[in-house]
């Protein structure tokens, strides 16, 4: 037998063997699926945004057809639809989406701040980040590289000025800017929240003038005048409890840096 005949009948021999372990293994070692599992991913999106607090959608299915997640409503990026269409495959009660978007908590452009060191690196914030804590007279607000921007899966954030910018009409609320950015200073919260405070440096009153002409100051204002007593300073910021606020839009007047936005807060 000739040594081209004798390398293809020992390939061929390795070939079937393999194939035949594949379909035994294929029968023996599967993982069993829960025949729930098909109907539910049926209804979700595929747009594997990571919205609903899971991987991606083959997660959030498999959570819900276990019995592990009981909550129907979480795909912010099918909205309603496809919530209602879960909803009737698992037999539950439908359960409204809350719409959300990602807000920016600093307003520190380069006309409100500036640069305190030239960054050479990569445009990165990540990068600025980890050499220098931020390169921005502001060590809390966008460094304005645009690591968000990148990331973001329906192109609804812009660098503009040297800070990012939310289109809340393309923002689906996926998160992936918030997760990404390295000061934390992007959050996905409810559209209804009428008030947001968009400063996110700690510091007091003076130290936050040198460095950003639009921070907050710290003066108390907006938490004593509030009507409904809904807003407390947690380290030299307002915070807001959204439970009590009744959006009067108070704060935002009396606050003499405009820090805290009402209604329209792009």
């Given at each position: 037998?000739?040594?081209?005949?004798?390398?293809?009948?020992?390939?061929?021999?390795?070939?079937?063997?393999?194939?035949?372990?594949?379909?035994?293994?294929?029968?023996?070692?599967?993982?069993?699926?829960?025949?729930?599992?098909?109907?539910?991913?049926?209804?979700?999106?595929?747009?594997?945004?990571?919205?609903?607090?899971?991987?991606?959608?083959?997660?959030?299915?498999?959570?819900?057809?276990?019995?592990?997640?009981?909550?129907?409503?979480?795909?912010?990026?099918?909205?309603?639809?496809?919530?209602?269409?879960?909803?009737?495959?698992?037999?539950?009660?439908?359960?409204?989406?809350?719409?959300?978007?990602?807000?920016?908590?600093?307003r520190g452009d380069c006309l409100n701040t500036r640069k305190r060191t030239e960054f050479q690196g990569?445009?990165?914030?990540?990068?600025?980040?980890?050499?220098?804590?931020?390169?921005?007279?502001?060590?809390?607000?966008?460094?304005?590289?645009?690591?968000?921007?990148?990331?973001?899966?329906?192109?609804?954030?812009?660098?503009?000025?040297?800070?990012?910018?939310?289109?809340?009409?393309?923002?689906?609320?996926?998160?992936?800017?918030?997760?990404?950015?390295?000061?934390?200073?992007?959050?996905?919260?409810?559209?209804?929240?009428?008030?947001?405070?968009?400063?996110?440096?700690?510091?007091?009153?003076?130290?936050?003038?040198?460095?950003?002409?639009?921070?907050?100051?710290?003066?108390?204002?907006?938490?004593?005048?509030?009507?409904?007593?809904?807003?407390?300073?947690?380290?030299?910021?307002?915070?807001?409890?959204?439970?009590?606020?009744?959006?009067?839009?108070?704060?935002?007047?009396?606050?003499?840096?405009?820090?805290?936005?009402?209604?329209?807060?792009?």
């Amino acid at each position: 037998m000739s040594p081209v005949l004798i390398a293809v009948c020992v390939l061929g021999g390795i070939g079937l063997v393999s194939a035949l372990l594949l379909v035994l293994a294929s029968k023996y070692m599967a993982v069993p699926v829960d025949e729930k599992f098909p109907a539910i991913r049926a209804c979700l999106p595929g747009a594997n945004c990571g919205a609903c607090g899971y991987a991606g959608c083959d997660g959030y299915a498999n959570a819900l057809a276990a019995g592990e997640e009981e909550k129907t409503n979480k795909c912010i990026a099918g909205g309603q639809d496809v919530a209602k269409a879960v909803a009737e495959t698992m037999g539950l009660a439908f359960e409204a989406v809350v719409e959300v978007n990602a807000f920016v908590h600093c307003r520190g452009d380069c006309l409100n701040t500036r640069k305190r060191t030239e960054f050479q690196g990569a445009r990165s914030c990540a990068a600025a980040k980890l050499l220098f804590g931020s390169d921005g007279a502001c060590h809390y607000g966008c460094i304005g590289y645009g690591d968000c921007a990148s990331v973001c899966p329906e192109n609804a954030i812009n660098i503009i000025n040297g800070i990012a910018h939310i289109n809340d009409i393309r923002c689906m609320g996926c998160g992936a800017c918030a997760r990404t950015c390295p000061q934390g200073i992007i959050e996905v919260l409810p559209k209804e929240f009428e008030v947001e405070v968009s400063c996110s440096n700690h510091d007091k009153g003076p130290a936050v003038k040198k460095a950003c002409a639009a921070g907050c100051i710290g003066c108390t204002l907006c938490a004593k005048k509030c009507p409904e007593g809904a807003i407390t300073m947690v380290n030299n910021l307002p915070e807001i409890d959204h439970g009590k606020c009744s959006g009067c839009g108070t704060c935002a007047s009396v606050c003499p840096q405009k820090v805290i936005l009402y209604g329209n807060k792009v």
